[in-house]
């Protein structure tokens, strides 16, 4: 019987994979998987299955949105089972909301599996709690790529005064204009900031500084990177872990997806 899983393969590190995100890879007849998953994850597909390449990067897809929509509908017309791996969780900055839509108008069964995004664990892998009793009890996810408009004084002033900690995506080559609305709209310029660029990979990096230093600090940073910012941030200097790894992983031998 034909279905749709909306996946959510997690933030990078493939053994982050959620045990029911594992199971839809193994079932599927055809994968259509992003570019920010971990191709280690597609080695656990059945030997048969189809793999579809829907990669998007800054200015560049290999497919429009409206493509991969089709896809997923003229799969699921052939009676087989379709699994969208996306990156991070399908239902934050991923799209699977559009895709869900899509499929729910055309009456084809789907599933949405949730999966852990890049805004909670890049920040996690860094050493840096989105929340802390002594220094955050807010947290927003918002998108780098600012509204426009009459209201975009509203929606800086709100985010410069109204959230503790601020996760924002997609936000590199926007960082010069969010510092400086943040700033205008009354965060204070010494707000500690970081960046964290393939978070829970081996490639992962930090760099940290304030809301004025940090855009000559990060100008060597790309996509993809989480900007995290707020006084948690200063917490990284006890709690930083991933990048001072110097044993073997807890889960080298018993991984799920080992």
């Not at 998953?37 to 409206?66: F, M, R, W």
């Not at 991070?88 to 729910?104: C, M, Q, S």
């Not at 050493?127 to 220094?135: E, S």
Request: one cysteine or more.
């Amino acid at each position: 019987m034909s279905r749709v899983y909306l996946v959510g393969a997690g933030p990078g590190d493939p053994d982050l994979i959620t045990v029911k995100g594992l199971k839809a890879i193994q079932k599927a007849d055809v994968i259509l998987y992003d570019r920010l998953i971990n191709d280690e994850l597609l080695s656990h597909a059945p030997n048969y299955a189809e793999l579809v390449y829907c990669g998007k990067s800054p200015n560049q897809h290999s497919l429009t949105q409206e493509k991969i929509n089709d896809l997923l509908c003229f799969y699921a017309s052939q009676g087989k089972v379709v699994t969208r791996l996306k990156g991070g969780d399908p239902f934050i900055f991923g799209r699977g909301g559009e895709e869900a839509e899509v499929l729910a108008k055309r009456g084809i069964p789907f599933e949405i599996v949730p999966g852990i995004t890049s805004g909670s664990a890049a920040p996690a892998y860094a050493g840096i709690p989105l929340t802390h009793r002594n220094y955050s009890s807010s947290v927003a996810f918002v998108s780098g790529v600012t509204k426009t408009g009459e209201e975009l004084d509203k929606y800086w002033e709100h985010l410069a005064k109204g959230v503790d900690t601020l996760c924002v995506y997609m936000g590199v080559k926007n960082l010069p204009d969010i510092c400086e609305q943040l700033i205008r709209h009354g965060r204070n310029p010494s707000t500690p900031i970081a960046l964290v660029h393939w978070g829970t990979t081996e490639s992962q990096q930090t760099v940290t500084g304030t809301l004025e230093t940090i855009i000559e600090k990060a100008s060597k940073m790309k996509n993809p990177s989480m900007i995290i910012i707020g006084e948690v941030v200063t917490l990284r200097e006890k709690l930083q872990w991933f990048e001072q790894l110097n044993v073997e992983p807890l889960d080298q031998e018993h991984a799920i997806v080992g």
